[in-house]
Each structure stands twice: as C-alpha cells, then as structure tokens.
C-alpha cells in the first residue's frame, strides 16, 4: 500500500488528524491495534476548549457537538466550606468551554472517516515504524495472519502514552521529564442530573480534592482523590457519595443526586513530556508525547492543538512545497505543551491534600485560592488557562 500520511492510532487525535488531512486533499491510512468498539468504549475526557470544538465544526463533524454539549460560562472553586464562581465567559472576552464526552465525538470522527470511505485497519497487530529517518518511512503489521507493509511521506504518532511510534525511538534521541504525583482521582460516571449543569466544580478540602464534571444534562462524571493502593472493590456507591458531598460546601453537597454507577475507575496521575515531537518523518501527537494531570482539563485538547499544527504543516509541504512548519512543529507544540503543563502542575498542586499539606500547607493552599477569587489578574490568568491559549502560526 501507499499512501501519503500514516496515521498510527484511532483515537480521537488520529482520527481527527485524518479528518483534517481528507479536507485538504491528502492521502493517509490509519492504522489501529484495537478494534473500534474497544476504542470507543475508552471513558476519557469530556471538556472541550473552543480551539476543539472550532476544529471539530472545521472537519464537518461539529452537527452533535453544538445540539448536545453543553456550555460552561464559569467554574466554580470550593474551598474552606464557601463556593466561589470564576466567569470564565466574562474573563477571556467570550471564550467558553463545552462538556461532550471524548466517546461521543470519537464516535463523530468515525462516522465522517467511514462516510467519506477513508481507509482504517482495526485489530493490527505487530505495528511497527520503519525508515522514518529516511527519505521512504514504512509501516509495517499483520492482519488476519498476513504481513502487511504501507508505504508513505510521512508518519504521525497518535499512539498514545504506551504506543510503538514514540517506544521505536533510540533512547539518546529523545529526553523524558516526568513528575508523578502521590494519589490517585476515583472517577465515576452516573446517569444522574449534574449538581451544577452550568459550571464545572473543583473543591479542595482537608479530606481531599473532589471534582463535579458532566457528560450532559443527565449524565455526571465524578471524582475525589483516593491513595494510590485503594482499589476500585474498596469504594461502594455508598461511600463514594458521601466521601463526595463531605468535600463540597454544604449547599452544594445537599443538591447532589445519586444513583447507581455506571463506570468506576481509578487512575493514577502524572505530568509527562518527551522531547522534540519530530524525528525525521516521524512525528508524534496527543498522549504519545505528553501527559498532564487531568485537573487542568487539558490532554485531549493539547492534542487537537498538535494535530492543528502537525496538519497545517502537512498542507504547508504539499500546497506550498515547503517543510517550514514541519520543521517547527516540535518547537511550536512544546512552547504550548510547556504552558498547558504548567497549568495543570498548578491546578493539581492547589487543588490537592498532599503528604506535607495537613495544617500549615492547607492554611497556604486556601491563602492562595482566597487570593485568586478575589484578585481580578489571578481570575483571568486562571480562566484564560482554563479555555486554552490560542494557537500561533506566526511564531518561528
């Protein structure tokens, strides 16, 4: 086979990638090692910047998206039992962010790719990256027991954190920087109104962070922090409810409405870059090349940035027959990433109970949430965070 474009993963940055080269008119495959009901059935994030939601609309698949998410114009900080609104709209000149679950805009994506009849092999297996550092990069698997071998100009990582593209890298090509942080988030997912369907909540408390998220107006995601050895067995519903409500200020805590869960997982959490994103004709994207802790809201976004910038790199190569943003596309990603890292170390580290916070460091986590929400300059820099920063092309 031969293609331009190789796109290995179908998650939502491949795939949106994809979406994104078809409207340009250029040629690309992608190739999966799971089957797509396993990628759908992936419960990830589901709070979308505008740079996303305006990627989305670009591709075509914007329809669900602005008839079912739903828009948040603030979040609201918990902390000392009182609840404080941060207008996000009114803070970063009308920017907003929209609640719809990565599995129903995967969903969006695969539609449109299948639509448009753009070739994606499922259950790969065996993938593997070949001459990228060539003129002619390869990728190679097996299928149904047969060796299978594309050819192509290029081949863009949207693998994840444990995928081969990033894995096929010599070991003194490429730095790691990685901070792994002391807890965990217990996430559940409920068909249950949210307690807030206009605001997303973060509450930091002496028993711990909580997190009241939505997937839409009758489906909530929850979170509280939890140490890294409990075990999903030890967390019924019961005392997954009421450890909830204990974090959040009593008004708040009244109004939630349980039910049965319908998803529960912990994850542990981590901040993660590889650096530069680009080795020779390779190029890697989303998870494969950072991790941030979810607090900030900022993976799947960071990657919809990447395959923004990867994707006017490509069109800028065949349009204009120049590798300028090619050539760029590491610095210009890692410049963003950097800042979205920042962010959410921030986030997390106010927001959390660590070993060392008891007494003194709770004192100076609600000092400095007291100065945020009254402090006109600390409540847009969070909001303007919060909604992302824009893109820039013109930077070199």
Request: with cysteine; proline share 4%.
């Amino acid at each position: 086979m031969r293609t331009q474009v190789a796109i290995i993963g179908a998650g939502p940055s491949g795939l949106l990638l994809g979406q994104l080269l078809h409207k340009a008119g250029i040629d690309n495959i992608i190739v999966e090692r799971q089957s797509g009901e396993y990628v759908l059935g992936r419960i990830r994030a589901g709070i979308l910047e505008q740079i996303t939601t305006d990627l989305l609309r670009e591709v075509g698949v914007g329809e669900r998206l602005d008839a079912e998410g739903t828009v948040h114009h603030s979040i609201e900080l918990v902390f000392a039992g009182t609840r404080h609104a941060i207008d996000v709209h009114g803070l970063t000149d009308g920017k907003v962010v929209t609640a719809y679950g990565q599995t129903e805009l995967t969903r969006d994506l695969m539609e449109a790719r299948s639509a448009a009849a753009l070739p994606t092999v499922y259950e790969a297996a065996n993938v593997e990256v070949l001459d990228y550092d060539s003129n002619s990069p390869k990728v190679r698997y097996q299928k149904d027991g047969r060796t299978h071998e594309i050819e192509c100009d290029f081949i863009a990582g949207c693998d994840g954190f444990h995928g081969v593209c990033r894995a096929s890298v010599p070991k003194g090509a490429i730095t790691e920087f990685e901070k792994v942080y002391p807890f965990g988030w217990l996430g559940v997912l409920a068909d249950v109104p949210p307690v807030s369907p206009h605001a997303i909540v973060y509450a930091n408390s002496e028993r711990g962070f909580a997190l009241c998220s939505m997937r839409s107006l009758t489906r909530s995601r929850y979170y509280v922090q939890c140490p890294l050895d409990d075990k999903v067995e030890d967390w019924s519903d019961q005392r997954f409810w009421d450890e909830l409500r204990l974090r959040l200020d009593p008004e708040m805590a009244s109004r939630v409405i349980t039910g049965p869960t319908i998803e529960k997982s912990i994850a542990p959490l981590r901040s993660f870059v590889a650096e530069p994103m680009r080795f020779g004709r390779m190029f890697l994207a989303g998870d494969a090349a950072h991790i941030v802790p979810p607090t900030g809201a900022k993976g799947l976004n960071l990657a919809a940035s990447d395959v923004k910038y990867l994707s006017a790199a490509f069109i800028e190569y065949y349009r204009d027959k120049t590798s300028a943003g090619i050539d760029t596309y590491s610095e210009r990603c890692l410049r963003r990433v950097w800042k979205a890292e920042r962010f959410s170390w921030w986030l997390t580290s106010l927001m959390h109970r660590f070993p060392d916070t008891a007494g003194f460091g709770q004192k100076i986590q609600e000092a400095e949430l007291d100065y945020v929400v009254n402090s006109v300059s600390m409540s847009r820099s969070l909001a303007e965070n919060y909604v992302g920063l824009p893109l820039n092309f013109g930077e070199r």
